[in-house]
């Protein structure tokens, strides 16, 4: 089974992960995808706290879609570590890696970027401020799949923004969502 793990700080989930996650499947670039909400996304500060975050993408979960809570894997310090003990929980599984295109051009300083870079296929959302193949033929990556997503760039940075004001982001993110997010900050 083709696992595609999606790691990233999800602060709101907004319908672009989703449309990704969603595209990916109906495109069978994955048999399932793994959603891992990382706890400060790897030494960036996050404004939504873990807790309401999962809470929020457990709405999507389904057969197809895993959303992993365990919170070793959610305090994962790097991608490798990450991609080393979903190994053990799904020997099984043909795990690749799902990263934006923006990614690509420090992905080199990323630990173990070789290791990730020769072990993992990858699921790349393209972005057209990126020339994507470039940037993988630099890394000498060979098994990658490629993922337009155009109808997907939403910035969770408005979405916080505008966490007041439903209407303004009623397109980018699921009322449910904003909600959750709300009853966490009030408490």
């Given at each position: ?75 994962a310090p790097n991608t490798y570590t990450l991609f080393e003990q979903l190994k053990i929980k799904y020997p099984e599984d043909e795990l ?92």
């Open positions: 089974m083709r696992t595609a793990v999606y790691c990233g700080s999800f602060a709101p989930v907004h319908l672009g992960h989703i449309g990704i996650v969603k595209e990916t499947l109906k495109e069978k670039l994955a048999d399932r995808v793994i959603i891992v909400a990382s706890s400060d996304y790897w030494n960036k500060k996050v404004a939504i706290d873990l807790d309401t975050r999962l809470k929020c993408l457990k709405l999507y979960e389904s057969e197809d879609i895993i959303i992993d809570d365990d919170i070793k894997d959610n305090e690749c890696l799902m990263l934006g295109a923006d990614n690509l051009p420090r992905f080199a300083n990323w630990v173990n970027a070789q290791y990730l870079l020769d072990n993992y296929p990858f699921i790349v959302m393209n972005r057209d401020d990126y020339d994507t193949v470039d940037l993988l033929n630099k890394l000498y990556k060979k098994d990658y799949f490629i993922l337009n997503c155009d109808n997907f760039d939403i910035s969770s940075s408005y979405i916080r923004e505008h966490l007041d004001d439903y209407c303004l982001i009623k397109d980018m993110i699921d009322e449910e969502v904003v909600e959750i997010i709300r009853t966490s900050i009030v408490q």
